[in-house]
């Protein structure tokens, strides 16, 4: 049984940073790729971020680009979003996500196995 597990949310102050953590277990994702979305209230679920679990090749939204960085730890099967410069527009909760490769476009409804997220919130 596929698990993905997010941690590392919480409350941050504008400017600051935080590291998210999924935990991937049940399966082997060397075929996968990992991603990161976000939704707030009233939102449509957005792409964030996504890494290829064996090629460790890199996509990022323009939004975030710059600021967040994806990266991932084979012997801990664990996947890191590491969000810096963080700003009050991005107070979402944060998901991970998984999807068997290729991907042509990294859209919400493609993605195959989903966590059940982790709650930030930008603010002083």
């Known amino acids: 049984q596929v698990q993905l597990v997010e941690s590392g949310g919480g409350l941050v102050q504008p400017g600051g940073s935080l590291r998210l953590s999924c935990e991937a277990s049940?399966?082997?994702?060397?075929?996968?790729?990992m991603g990161w979305f976000r939704q707030g209230p009233g939102k449509e679920r957005e792409f964030v971020a996504a890494?290829?679990?064996?090629?460790?090749?890199?996509y990022y939204s323009d939004f975030v680009r710059g600021r967040f960085t994806v990266s991932k730890d084979n012997a801990k099967n664990t996947v890191y979003l590491q969000m810096n410069k963080l700003n009050p527009d991005d107070t979402n909760v944060y998901y991970c996500?998984?999807?068997?490769?290729?991907?042509?476009?990294?859209?919400?409804?493609?993605?195959?196995?989903w966590g059940k997220g982790t709650l930030v919130t930008v603010s002083s």
């Open positions: 996500a998984a999807t068997i490769l290729p991907v042509s476009d990294y859209d919400a409804n493609g993605m195959d196995y």
């Open positions: 049940g399966r082997t994702f060397s075929g996968y790729a």
């Open positions: 890494i290829a679990w064996a090629s460790g090749l890199t």
